[in-house]
């Protein structure tokens, strides 16, 4: 289906900025929305933004004004620009993409990317 790598995560002081892309590899024609995840320790994997085929955004209240998810569909990316930052976005950040295949839906993760915010 679709393989997804992650990059660009990393140790930031509080208010800085991180940039986070995640390439798509193979069925990549049958992608819908991308979007990414996080997961701090000790709590649930969250959904902190997706953007849909259709341009259809959706961000967590947690990061509204401060992240931003674009999509490059001919590179076939995934970026999260996150400007703010606060200690508590400190948390493995996943790729996540949704397609449609053989008339099938599935999701397909990243392996996850650090993001360390220090106070």
């Known amino acids: 289906q679709v393989q997804l790598v992650e990059s660009g995560g990393g140790l930031v002081q509080a208010g800085g900025s991180l940039r986070l892309s995640c390439a798509a590899s193979g069925s990549t024609f049958s992608i819908n929305t991308m979007g990414w995840y996080r997961q701090a320790p000790g709590k649930q994997r969250e959904l902190v933004a997706r953007?849909?085929?259709?341009?259809?955004?959706y961000y967590a209240d947690s990061v509204k004004g401060r992240f931003t998810i674009t999509r490059d569909n001919a590179k076939n990316r995934v970026y999260l620009q996150m400007n703010s930052l606060k200690p508590e976005d400190t948390a493995v950040y996943y790729c996540?993409?949704?397609?449609?295949?053989?008339?099938?839906?599935?999701?397909?993760w990243g392996q996850g990317t650090q993001v360390t915010v220090s106070s």
């Open positions: 953007k849909s085929s259709d341009g259809a955004t």
């Open positions: 996540n993409v949704i397609g449609l295949a053989a008339g099938l839906w599935y999701d397909s």
